[in-house]
């Protein structure tokens, strides 16, 4: 299994980024995905979920400014960041977690079993 994310890059503050990560996973739409990012000198944090049957979850820090959304069609998972901030700057993580239908997204790192390997956001000010 692997997931490839990408799309990462410097932008200014107030501009936008959109991730994406592909799924080499057999059966796509029997995973939840989720992003994480990890600042330097900080622990992975929870960024923004999308369960299986599409339902949706946000940290407080970004609700409002990014959209997760998934294409199973492509095996594809996308963050769409809007209105980046500084401290939005991190390395950010795609992870998949096998699911049914009814679980909730997650907002755990543990309970994904898949991660790939990291895109880099620079946010300037």
């Known amino acids: 299994v692997q997931l490839q994310a990408s799309g990462g890059g410097l932008v200014q503050a107030g501009g936008s980024l959109r991730l994406s990560c592909a799924a080499s996973?057999?059966?796509?739409?029997?995973?939840?995905l989720g992003w994480f990012r990890q600042a330097p000198g900080q622990e992975r944090e929870f960024v923004a979920a999308?369960?299986?049957?599409?339902?949706?979850f946000y940290a407080d820090s970004v609700k409002g400014r990014f959209t997760i959304s998934r294409d199973n069609t492509k095996k594809t998972v996308y963050l769409q960041m809007n209105s980046l901030k500084p401290e939005d700057t991190a390395v950010y993580y795609c992870?998949?977690?096998?699911?049914?239908?009814?679980?909730?997204?997650?907002?755990?790192?543990?309970?994904?079993?898949?991660w790939g390997q990291g895109t880099l956001v620079t946010v300037s000010s």
């Open positions: 999308i369960s299986r049957s599409a339902n949706t």
């Open positions: 996973l057999g059966t796509f739409n029997r995973y939840g």
């Open positions: 992870a998949a977690d096998h699911q049914i239908l009814t679980t909730p997204p997650q907002t755990q790192a543990d309970a994904y079993e898949h």
